[in-house]
């Protein structure tokens, strides 16, 4: 059943390489066997937990049958399925590392990521359409570096390439971009070349170093720094930024998140946003922004800037179907001296491994009219 449990670790192309030959596999091994159905059982489970339908019967069935002969991993498989505590693993003698792993953590742990290759799309009034490839390895070379590297671009010859390297006590990374951006307040377009590097210490949650950057043939350098944590159901963060060379420029952002369950289907997810970047000498595009597929969707992309930003956007997630969902979300953001309302409703298509991989699409509705969004992962 490697197949099936690589499902969970590799990239959003791995439907397309594990599940069919984990198919195979099945089709060879007899259901009556009980390692064939343990194996069934595992293929019901792992596709469960991914949102995928399976095509099995149910697991309860071939747990029953292994149980025969496999007592002990036929009931940690109950565990996984939520049908027994893992209390009742206390005392078995006769688990594999599943069940090892639901009795000594509460938890199955699947073992290391492999390297993820995403593909993923976006799409905004003021952005285009386009795509992103994406090369995630949580454990480069064995060294316990996490190494991050996206390439972006879409219809309207905006651009950007990106590679970040972390570990538990430093961070470096470094971007290049071509951005067409839109200034609604003086009514005209402007294309951007934008380039930077930074490097940071870490300790725990917070990091800070030196950073230099350049904005379309102005230069500056500074300090970035901020601080990340979370604790279910919440995450929080904080993003400072200071430049002094060429122009003066500080600003702050802090982004609250909120997820939580409330039905076997349902979620419910709130997002508190503030920024603020008081008489900075920073290129405008530098200031705080809302519009587009992360902060008040029902807007064009990067819609209003101000030197104060507050938004808050409250969503609620419905699972559908096997993969398919749904949401109804509700925003707003105070910025430039106004409040900008908005809301709407949304698909997704959730696809292995979660909860990386999530395909979006959202009708949001404000002040612009409606406005169509696609893109990558949930919003936030």
Known sequence: MAEVRLLQVSSNLSVAVH?????????Q???QRPECALARADYALILARLG????????EIWIALAARS?????????VLAKRDEANTLSARTDLDGMGEGLRDAGEWPTGPPTPVIGLGLSGAPGLGVGGSIQYVDSDLLWRGWRLDATLAATTRRIGAAAIHLRT?????GASVG????????????QTVWTAEAEIAARRGPVWLGPMIRWDDGRPGHGLTGGWRDQWAPVSASVLVEASFWRYQHVRADVDVVLDVPVTDRGRLAARALGAASPGSEAPWWRRPVVGGGRVLRGAPAYRWRGDLLLAGVLEWRQQLWGPLGGVVFAEGAWIEDGLRP????????????QPLNTARLDVGAGAEGLTI????????
């Open 19 to 27: 599940g069919p030959r984990a198919d195979r596999a099945l089709s």
């Open 29 to 31: 091994c007899p259901g």
């Open 52 to 59: 995928l339908p399976s095509g099995e019967p149910e697991p």
């Open 70 to 78: 496999m007592p002990g991993r036929a009931q940690a498989r109950r």
């Open 168 to 172: 538990d006590r430093a961070m470096l």
């Open 178 to 189: 071509r951005l067409v951006l839109d200034n609604y307040r003086r009514g005209v377009t």
């Open 342 to 353: 908005g809301g709407g409703l949304g698909l997704r298509l959730h696809l292995p491994p």
């Open 373 to 380: 969004t696609v893109g990558w992962q949930e919003a936030f």
